[in-house]
Each structure stands twice: as structure tokens, then as C-alpha cells.
């Protein structure tokens, strides 16, 4: 077993680690070297691609930094991981965004399994209802809120009637919104995240540049209040559908009737809706983001490589 952290350390120990003790030793602002009765060379800084060759661990658990351009370092981890023997889950958007067939396909060639669960809407379990719970259904469309500031933002500005600049404010107080929430604002999450649902749940093969993307930073409170006028809701929706095998999508702020399942999802709250073949559509709804969140889909996805 090992723990690899950029600010941490590395610590590596064939017989076992006692997460109770390394995560009181994390709580106190310590690093990985103060590991109780851990040898120098158990403790030794290692890079990552090191200490996944050096471990005899069946799956690697990879939590990086997302980088959507370069899905780096993450994906030369992951394929690492692959080469060496073991299955991969991970809660990274940037690997499954950019290369997931190539990973995949690597995955299967080694008899080995690359699962993503907490990729696209943290815990909610979307992988799982369309692998398991939906089962000899074809998915033909998805559609959904697939990013919580966003979503924030829009209800803050419908239900007590903020301007877009004191929402975002808000989300950033809260910390629903990074100091710098161009990824969230324009769309860029959602545009990963859709790009994925496409490629594992359609089948398709589409890259963030296939995707047309537009984000909410141009609507007003008068753009909010005239649709609600209207019996209307802004949403940012991320939108997909397989049309005869030819797989497109795109992310846009769209005026939904209230009577959308998806116009009822308020605050930080993230909804996909799945068009099937035998059952209809089906709406899921649930938490997009948190470090409880993830770490549940992390463990969802090991769960599933124990099972098979």
C-alpha cells in the first residue's frame, strides 16, 4: 500500500498503512514522514511515477489537479498504473475528457479496469445507474446541469433578484467559485464533463474542440426576470445526443419551461436526465462536488473492481 501527495510526501508500506493514523497525522499539518515506525527509505520522496512502479497495490486511486488542455500529469500516471498491472480509478476530468478511449482501450488490453465515477457529478452515480441500473437500455441523449456555481449564480439571481456580479461574489465566498471562475462561468467544466458523458455513455469519440460552448457571464438579472415572466428558467445546460451513431453536444444557457425536470434543480445542485430506448428518460439529482462526494465515488468505483 502507498500515499503519494505533492505537499505530503510519500509514504510506502508493503504490509499495510493505518488510514486512521495518517489521517490523524494530516489533520495536525504533518507530512507523510511522520509515519510512526515508517524506515527512512518508506518515507522517501518519491515521483509518483516511482512509487506506482515500486507498489504491489491492485488499484491506484489517481486524484490530481485537472488540467483540461494537457490532462497532465495525470494521464501518464494513470497509463503507468495500467502498464504496470493495476486497474485505475480516478475523479480526474482531465484524462477522461481528452483520452479516455486510448485509456480505456489500454485498460482492456491489460485485463485491467479504468473507472471515472467521480469525474462528471462526484458521488451522484451516473456510470453506475447507465452500467448496472439501466442495463440493456441504449442511452440515446443526455442532457443536464452539470455545474453547481453556475447553477448557484442563476438561482441567486432568479429567487432574490441579484445581479450577476454580486451572485458570483457570493459562490466565491461560499466557495462554490474559484477566485479565477472562468472555467465555471464559461462553461469550460461543463464542456469537459459532457464530452466525457458522450464518449462513455453514447459512444461517441468527441474532443472540447467538437463542442460548441457558451457560458452564463452575458446574462443580466432583466435576461432572468424576463423569462421568469415568461414561466421560464435559465439553466447552463450541457446537451448530447446520438443521432444514428453521429454523436454531437453542446453547452449553453437555455430558457427551460418550468415544467422540465431540469427547471426545478435549484443552488448548488447538479441533474443529468438520460433519453433510453426501453425506460424512457430517467432524472438523476445530486451533490456535483465535494471532498465527502469524491471520495464516496472513489470508493464506489474500487467497490465495482472488487465485484468483478
Known sequence: MAISDKLKGTLILPEGIDIPTVLDILGRGKGLAEYPKATPDQVESLDPLDMIER???????????????TAEPAT????????TGKHVVTSNKGPAALHYRDIQDLARKN????RIEGAV???????HLAESGLAGNAIRE?????????????????????????ALALAQKLGYAEADP?????????????????NVLLGGSLKTTDVPC??????????????????????????????????????????????????????????????????????????????????????????AIHRR
Do not use: C, W
Open 111 to 114: 485485463g485491467l479496469q479504468f
Open 182 to 198: 472562468t472555467a465555471d462561468v464559461e462553461g469550460f467544466d461543463a464542456l469537459a464533463k459532457i464530452v466525457i458523458l458522450s
Open 214 to 303: 457558451k457560458g452564463i457571464s452575458a446574462i443580466t438579472k432583466a435576461d432572468v426576470e424576463a423569462a421568469k415572466a415568461q414561466g421560464f428558467r435559465f439553466k447552463l445546460i450541457a446537451h448530447a445526443k446520438n443521432d444514428g451513431g453521429a454523436v454531437t453536444a453542446t453547452v449553453s444557457p437555455q430558457k427551460l419551461p418550468l415544467s422540465d425536470p431540469l427547471a426545478g434543480v435549484m443552488g448548488a445542485q447538479n441533474a443529468l436526465s438520460l433519453e433510453t430506448d426501453l425506460m424512457g428518460k430517467i432524472t438523476i439529482q445530486g451533490a456535483g462536488a465535494g471532498k465527502l462526494e469524491t471520495g464516496f465515488a472513489i470508493l464506489s468505483d474500487i467497490l
Open 55 to 69: 507498489t504491489d497495490a491492485d488499484i491506484i486511486a489517481e486524484m490530481t489537479y485537472t488540467d483540461i488542455k
Open 142 to 166: 443526455v442532457k443536464g446541469i452539470l455545474n453547481g456555481t453556475t447553477n448557484f449564480i442563476l438561482t441567486k439571481m432568479e429567487t432574490e433578484g441579484m445581479d450577476y456580479g454580486p
Open 121 to 127: 457529478m462526484s458521488g451522484t452515480p451516473v456510470f
Open 76 to 83: 501518464s500516471y494513470i497509463k503507468k498504473a495500467l502498464r
